[in-house]
């Protein structure tokens, strides 16, 4: 099943995602094959995001979306970055920009790409679904299917390289600032939810949803990771979208009879969402 958007013209941001996540994920494995031991990095060694780094530099070269080292070096932060991006305004958006990460062990700075999730399916009995490091790839297709499921915004804007030749991906959406903005309840969180047709799995502990004929898990489900939109509608922002093989589901036990979701453009109708790009200085370059 393939979700409608919200507005028809994030079409193009939606695809130049979906192009670019596949690019970068060719000959990739699915997370699910890797080991268990390594937690968040699943397995995956310096040498695995190192090569994903240089291969996402050398495809925003090739597309021409690279952007200057110092591109957010003199905008401001909002205060509430995240375990996963810095985030800057700019007007009625925000651009997100995913962080550095330090090896404990070594003290260096490491690639790091933001948080992808799968289902485990090792525990046969409760099978739940956990997060981990992602490469590139795995970051955008999962930011582009919150704009297919949610009605998202999210665009790839481009990628910077810093003084130590680590990339990180920019990408914005729109951003709701209002009083009532983060006024959410987890009541409310949870209604969105179902009325759109995500169930809580056995043993998930309200972790994370998922709708069984699609097959999508959504992951780090909390009231945090919502904001409410200016007519009032609750959104979500960060919550981590995977695609499981619907028939696992099956197999699990977790498929239910689930309500009919409604139509995204009916929930949302009367909202126009901004089309302009963020502005970059034009010269491009790094630091090595």
Known sequence: MEFPLLNPENEAATAELEALAQELNEGLAPLESYPTEGALLRGRGDDFFHRQAEKLIAASTQHHRLLPGDAFQD????SFDTGEVLVYPDGDRVAKVTKYKYDKGTQQQIDYFGLAAFCDHADTV???????HASPGQYLARLALSNRVFGDDNRFEGVLVDRHGHPHIATSQHYF???DSWTLSREEADRFMEERGFLHPPGSWGWHQYLPQEGIVAVDFKAANFMRRENGQPFPIDLILSR????KFKDWGWEKKAPEPPRLADMFAGITLPTHKMAFPEK?????
Do not use: C, L, M, Y
Not at 75 to 78: E, G, L, Q
Not at 126 to 132: D, E, K, Q, Y
């Open 177 to 179: 600032n209002s009083k």
């Open 126 to 132: 409760h099978p739940f679904a956990t997060v981990v």
């Open 284 to 288: 491009a370059g790094h630091e090595r």
């Open 244 to 247: 499981v093989d619907p028939q």
């Open 75 to 78: 905008r401001d932060r909002i």
